[in-house]
């Protein structure tokens, strides 16, 4: 780009390189929409559940569980390492599986190559802000020492009240059409919970002690997303306590947890799709979320409602949406 000077003489001036790999568009599911859009909105509906997605994987991994991995409702009556080690030991297995071969398949295969990918660095970091001078080591330990026990905490705690008959629960057989409303409400509750939450981790004095280690991630990856400070990962799963007081089949709740524990490592993975042979194999991380690890202030929900739009912390990933961005934080 060439600019005249007062003087007549001709300067060359260089564009901004984008700080971005790829560019995702940052899309509010069609539920919300206003004037509503039925058949958009049963469209993303039937994607969600009757095609290959983290809902249907997180389905399938509580169906599984429930049917041939649960612990005897006997033995949970009485909390003992007995069964509470081996529901430990498969949440560990479960998430080392999700984020660990999304890791693997990502970032240390490199199997789509940089396709998708939003972030230009191709490795994750090292440095003395991270444990063990090391962003992956820092982001496994968190995921798996914090995450992974207060999960398993969680489920615990669920089921030994189901066990005891203290938390109510719905049989499938009968109650089918209750199910069915509780799996397609289970991720709107997940999204106000979420949005709720991540605003008041960012409060100040909890950001500075708590939250600031799951943003000492900007260059994200599939572990970054369970990287969190013991008190951010006891709010964060904190939605599970609704099955403790409305009755719901263990199945939802096992769902609703998979959705919890499992689902950051895709939310987090930095690329927007994963692909085999340069053909879509499942949605992964969504630009919306990817804007927030970068901007910090904006993008506290997820796409499932449009909170930041309605609460004005929406950024759509435009220059001038950044602009806006820290022209309102110098203001603050």
Request: proline fraction near 6%; glycine fraction near 6%.
């Amino acid at each position: 780009m060439t600019n005249n000077t007062a003087d007549g003489q001709t300067t060359t001036s260089r564009a901004k390189p984008d700080i971005w790999n790829y560019r995702g568009p940052v899309i509010f599911s069609p539920l919300c929409s206003w004037p509503p859009k039925p058949l958009s909105a049963l469209r993303a509906i039937g994607t969600r559940w009757v095609t290959l997605s983290r809902n249907t994987l997180f389905l399938l991994f509580a169906v599984l569980v429930y049917s041939y991995l649960l612990p005897d409702m006997n033995s949970m009556k009485t909390l003992s390492l007995d069964w509470i080690l081996p529901v430990f030991l498969r949440n560990l297995f479960l998430l080392i599986v999700v984020a660990g071969g999304l890791h693997l398949y990502l970032f240390t295969f490199r199997g789509q190559g940089d396709k998708l990918k939003f972030d230009p660095k191709a490795q994750m970091e090292t440095g003395h802000r991270y444990s063990f001078n090391n962003q992956l080591y820092d982001n496994i330990f968190w995921s798996l020492a914090s995450g992974v026990t207060l999960w398993t905490a969680y489920e615990v705690m669920y089921f030994w009240g189901v066990a005891n008959g203290v938390i109510p629960t719905l049989g499938f057989s009968d109650h089918p059409f209750l199910f069915a409303i509780w799996l397609l409400a289970t991720p709107l509750v997940l999204s106000g919970h979420f949005y709720v939450v991540h605003r008041i981790l960012h409060w100040p004095p909890l950001y500075k002690s708590v939250h600031s280690l799951h943003h000492r991630n900007t260059h994200i990856g599939p572990w970054s997303g369970m990287s969190m400070h013991p008190v951010e990962h006891i709010f964060y799963l904190s939605s599970v306590l609704i099955h403790f007081v409305i009755p719901s089949h263990p199945v939802i709740a096992l769902v609703h947890m998979y959705t919890r524990a499992l689902a950051p490592a895709f939310s987090h993975a930095g690329f927007e799709k994963v692909l085999v042979d340069d053909k879509k194999l499942i949605e992964a991380a969504d630009f919306h979320h990817q804007l927030h690890h970068r901007f910090f202030e904006c993008n506290y929900g997820n796409v499932d409602i449009p909170w930041d739009r309605w609460f004005g912390s929406y950024h759509d990933g435009s220059d001038e949406a950044t602009l806006q961005m820290r022209q309102r934080r110098k203001r603050v």
